[in-house]
């Protein structure tokens, strides 16, 4: 299967430097009868997916990877950073009718609480409010710090870390959603700052990209 769709003279090109190569551009235009400049754009295509490597004054060489081979190399590099949305989170003091109002205002499946400090204290999910609005409790008197998971028992990830490997995360945790988060050291403590949301749905996104070969 070959996942970049290559047009018929790209396939051509690729033929004459698996046959040929290393071979210079000059030569590959000379067989094809066209100019450089007219290939220069195919041949920029085959490199930037990886089928072909340049060498300064050596030419093009034929790297020898299948298009599944460098679909998983490409699909390795992703980062949670090309892909996380934004986060929404609440005060640890807010009450559990807040925060059933702003997961219904922002649209989204996983709140995370931050304390006074702007730090991570907490996670809300659906279920957990659900749970909450399952008692007699009066909903607007009972703090979020109460029913939400805790520090330390949060799955996180970083922006620069591997989108494949967020996936594994919640995969392996069982949970919708991880906040992004940036260290940060107060007294020799490390501390999180939220700066990203990650969920089911970036992944399905990316998906959808790699599927249309829309990403990078
Ligand atoms: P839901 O409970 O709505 O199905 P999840 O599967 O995401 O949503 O959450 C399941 C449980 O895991 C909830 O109690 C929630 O507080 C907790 N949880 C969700 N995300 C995280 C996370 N990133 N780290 C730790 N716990 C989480």
Redesign the pocket.
């Known amino acids: 299967m070959m996942i970049i769709e290559l047009n018929q003279r790209q396939e051509t090109i690729l033929q004459i430097v698996k046959d040929n190569g290393p071979i210079t551009g000059e030569q590959i235009a000379e067989k094809l009868s066209l100019t450089r400049a007219t290939l220069r754009p195919d041949l920029a295509i085959l490199s930037m997916a990886g089928f072909l490597d340049a060498r300064p004054r050596v030419g093009y060489f034929y790297t020898g990877k299948t298009g599944a081979q460098l679909l998983t190399e490409r699909v390795k590099k992703l980062t949670v950073k090309q892909y996380q949305s934004v986060p929404v989170v609440v005060n640890e003091s807010a009450s559990v009718y807040d925060a059933i109002c702003t997961i219904y205002l922002e649209d989204v499946?996983?709140l995370f609480v931050i304390n006074g400090d702007s730090h991570l204290v907490g996670?809300?999910?659906?279920?957990?409010l659900l749970r909450a609005s399952m008692g007699k409790q009066n909903l607007e008197s009972v703090p979020v710090s109460i029913i939400?998971?805790r520090m330390p028992?949060?799955?996180?990830c970083h922006e620069g870390d591997l989108l494949f490997e967020a996936a594994n995360k919640l995969i392996n945790?069982?949970?919708?959603?991880?906040?992004v988060v940036r260290d940060v050291e107060i007294n020799g403590n490390i501390k999180y700052e939220v700066i990203g949301r990650i969920t089911k749905t970036n992944m399905t996104k990316a998906l959808v990209q790699i599927a249309l070969d829309d990403f990078h």
Do not use: A
């Open positions: 499946g996983t996670v809300l999910s659906r279920k957990d939400m998971t028992n949060i799955t996180m945790k069982q949970i919708d959603g991880l906040p």
